[in-house]
């Protein structure tokens, strides 16, 4: 004996307006499309099937629409927190970029003065930037002209 049945309705393509039958109204309740079309069926009815699954089905629509506007919300927050995040990191690593170079024109400018002021001569301070700051000799010869002008207007 076979536990499960199984029964189907074949529902007519048009529903018959003169006199419906219940199956008409459900008929017209699953094909309903607007909301409009829920509320004329449900002041149509009394069969209090269909009423609650006219409400059953607004209730989803309204948690479906607020389910949506949540996630696009969150969504959004979520986007804008990303691209804070980002650039912030981005704007602390052009900082720390930043300072770091200035960090290192600032020693390149003590130690040129620094050998300057015990008389050193340009072989000396350009060997010395080569090896401390990791310069080719021609960006050392023009350390030393850019910091020795600058050293002169002071």
Avoid: C
Wanted: aromatic fraction near 6%; glycine fraction near 6%; charged fraction near 35%.
């Amino acid at each position: 004996m076979d536990i499960l049945e199984l029964h189907t309705i074949e529902l007519k393509k048009q529903p018959n307006q003169a006199q419906p039958s219940p199956l008409d109204e459900w008929h017209r309740l699953f094909n309903a499309k607007t909301q409009e079309d829920l509320d004329m069926i449900k002041s149509k009815t009394g069969n209090i099937g269909i009423m609650e699954a006219i409400k059953e089905l607004k209730e989803i629509s309204v948690t479906d629409r607020i389910r949506l506007e949540y996630e696009y919300r969150l969504k959004a927050k979520r986007d804008r927190e990303a691209e804070d995040e980002f650039v912030f990191e981005e704007g602390k690593a052009q900082g720390l970029e930043q300072g770091i170079e200035q960090e290192r024109q600032q020693g390149i400018k003590s130690l040129i003065h620094s050998m300057r002021a015990i008389d050193a001569a340009d072989e000396q301070v350009i060997a010395a930037l080569m090896t401390e700051y990791h310069l080719s000799r021609e960006e050392a010869q023009g350390k030393i002209r850019y910091y020795s002008r600058l050293g002169s207007r002071s």
